[in-house]
């Protein structure tokens, strides 16, 4: 369950529940699998598989797993039928079907052909770490995120959070990249940079050295850094946005074989221990650029 992607939030206060009445609130949210006329369902469900409890605690880290289930009607089969009702209608009457008919008519089809739909099932993981007043989504996009985050405050009834980022970070990521990084930043052979103006153009490198002439010559034209490749302090690679979006997230070798000594077999102790040591990390980073960056002095 290492995360691929990190979208941060700041708890504007304290993050207190007991764990009881976590369990309890979580269980009235519980996943449901999709009945017959329904397109999705969306829930909480075991970050531990067969397990009984909808959230896991560890190292102080609470780790919730949301899952959504959807019934998959392909729009070209919908389509394909309501066309095919609507050349037989016409046909017996001789009279064109208009649109408001054809339109109640793929309701009335969509709901005939869903029981027979093929389903499908995603995961968003997402933990809150109440000692750095953090919440971290995995999850490279808004969208995903804040249905994470809606759910969890619907579950909770309150969760206080603000982007953790309320700025571009793009003037620092290109000092990065013309001057020297931190010491622990590896900068890699990918970047992409923009005309900081809505529209602008972009350019993208990849397998390129970015010390090279061809990129500073961009940065030089009054592009800035949007996104840039990093190694960090051996732990993992990933994709450092403008937005403080971390995308494409690989933890190293090194760091995942600290447990490669816990039974694959043993679900719960091998989950507890990556949990821990992944959110520690991860927690570690952010403090790390909160101190490059002074996101915390730009927020609330």
């Known amino acids: 369950m290492w995360f691929k992607n990190l979208k941060f939030y700041r708890l504007t206060q304290a993050f207190s529940h007991?764990?009881?009445?976590?369990?309890?609130?979580?269980?009235?949210?519980?996943?449901?699998?999709?009945?017959?006329?329904?397109?999705?369902?969306?829930?909480?469900?075991?970050?531990?598989?067969?397990?009984?409890?909808?959230?896991?605690?560890?190292?102080?880290?609470?780790?919730?797993?949301?899952?959504?289930?959807?019934?998959?009607?392909?729009?070209?089969?919908?389509?394909?039928?309501?066309?095919?009702?609507?050349?037989?209608?016409?046909?017996?009457?001789?009279?064109?079907v208009g649109k408001k008919a054809q339109q109640e008519m793929k309701e009335q089809l969509t709901m005939q052909m869903l029981p027979q739909a093929f389903t499908k099932d995603t995961f968003t993981w997402g933990f809150i770490s109440p000692a750095a007043n953090l919440v971290v989504v995995d999850a490279a996009g808004d969208g995903k995120a804040e249905a994470f985050l809606s759910h969890l405050r619907k579950t909770l009834e309150s969760l206080p959070v603000v982007p953790w980022a309320r700025r571009s970070v793009a003037a620092e990521l290109t000092n990065w990249l013309t001057d020297n990084p931190p010491e622990e930043f590896e900068l890699k052979e990918e970047a992409e940079l923009r005309q900081p103006e809505e529209g602008g153009a972009v350019a993208r490198f990849k397998n390129q050295d970015l010390g090279s002439d061809e990129v500073l010559t961009q940065i030089e034209n009054g592009k800035v850094v949007s996104k840039l490749a990093i190694h960090w302090d051996e732990t993992f690679s990933a994709i450092v946005q403008d937005t403080v979006t971390i995308s494409r997230l690989k933890f190293s070798d090194m760091l995942r074989e600290q447990n490669a000594d816990i039974d694959k077999a043993d679900r719960a102790a091998r989950l507890d221990a990556d949990f821990c040591l992944m959110a520690g990390e991860v927690v570690r980073f952010a403090e790390r650029l909160n101190g490059l960056f002074g996101l915390q002095q730009d927020g609330i």
Not at 63 to 85: G, H, M, S, T
């Open 18 to 96: 007991d764990d009881q009445q976590l369990q309890q609130r979580l269980s009235e949210f519980a996943f449901r699998p999709c009945q017959s006329q329904e397109i999705s369902t969306t829930g909480w469900t075991a970050p531990i598989r067969g397990g009984d409890m909808l959230f896991h605690l560890g190292s102080g880290n609470y780790l919730f797993c949301l899952q959504k289930q959807e019934r998959i009607l392909p729009a070209a089969v919908l389509n394909a039928k309501v066309a095919e009702k609507v050349a037989e209608i016409e046909r017996e009457t001789g009279s064109p």
